[in-house]
């Protein structure tokens, strides 16, 4: 549809980037049509962006809200891929959306990532007493909202708590907001600077550094996945929606899983410990399993509880 206007935050790095060349290279008239702007710092990307035909929009910060508040207040559909983490920048693109609302009277939207973490459980914290990760649906709203406060409550973790301001101040301003949440993403991604998601490409880098294979804990954990070329597709699926008028759910109901399969933890450890001994750049097939602590002292990463969350939850 001509005249509809997109803010793209995130565009540099590996969903970002992938979402962005998704919607570049999109068939639907209703997106090919709209013009897209990205939130960037720095000139070297902002060239590069720049170089593609796009309209860049440098900020200096996640707390830079005026910024946010001015240029999501120029768009109808904000996309926020640069953080999940970070609920005062969420808030202030979803704040400027509802003064666009609110000064021309149109419908506005705004498009979140999230993860999976949010659901997870808590093998060896034990931070979730009586909680299993049991399977949690999209088609139920009430449990999924209801799952999030309850953990929330329990012990607060930082894209939760940004899932549940989503959805507060959506409300609260009238903006429809759809949080996409992202199990473990794998493949090459499309954009133009970031290739490689985490986890499992950060543990490959540790394993040919130490020349074997580890993963944290017993490998029990079960993690859902997708390909991101499949993920950058829902957005894609969602905008389109959106921009055609067809019924998209948002709000409570709006919070939309995406996944094609699943594995355990030590599945994907011995099948790249397997792969790496055969191409001869790994020295075993055995894998060594490493407590929490001592896997966030190999990663650099100091809060144990997003280690447990990110590398041997449920």
């Known amino acids: 549809m001509a005249g509809k206007k997109i803010l793209l935050t995130g565009a540099t790095g590996y969903i970002g980037g992938t979402v962005l060349s998704t919607l570049l290279n999109s068939e639907a008239e209703s997106i090919t049509g709209a013009a897209i702007s990205v939130l960037v710092r720095g000139e070297h990307q902002a060239g590069v962006l720049k170089d593609k035909g796009l309209t860049t929009i440098d900020f200096k910060g996640f707390g830079d809200d005026d910024a946010l508040r001015e240029a999501a207040s120029e768009h109808d559909v904000v996309i926020n891929t640069a953080s999940g983490f970070e609920d005062g920048f969420a808030a202030s693109l979803i704040r400027g959306l509802a003064e666009r609302k609110n000064a021309l009277g149109v419908d506005v939207h705004y498009i979140h990532t999230s993860g999976t973490t949010n659901y997870a459980n808590s093998p060896t914290l034990n931070l979730y007493p ?139 450890g011995e099948a790249i410990a397997e792969v790496g001994r055969r191409l001869g750049v790994l020295d075993t097939e055995q894998v060594r399993r490493l407590s929490l602590e001592e896997a966030g002292k190999a990663l650099g990463i100091e809060d144990i509880n997003y280690v447990e969350a990110a590398y041997a939850s449920t």
């Open 130 to 268: 009586g909680y299993n990760a049991d399977l949690v649906s999209d088609k139920a709203t009430a449990q999924v909202v209801s799952t999030l406060r309850h953990l929330n409550e329990q012990t607060p973790y930082a894209q939760r708590t940004t899932d549940l301001a989503v959805l507060s101040v959506g409300k609260e301003t009238g903006v429809r907001t759809h949080i996409i949440t992202m199990p473990m993403l794998f493949g090459f991604g499309t954009g133009f600077f970031r290739k490689l998601t985490g986890q499992l490409p950060i543990l490959m880098g540790e394993a040919l550094r130490e020349k074997q294979m580890w993963i944290v804990g017993d490998g029990t954990g079960v993690k859902q996945h997708v390909h991101i070329e499949d993920g950058a597709a829902v957005y894609e699926l969602v905008l389109r929606r959106v921009f055609e008028g067809l019924e998209v759910p948002s709000g409570e109901e709006g919070v939309i899983f995406v996944e094609n399969g699943e594995h355990r933890w030590n599945e994907a």
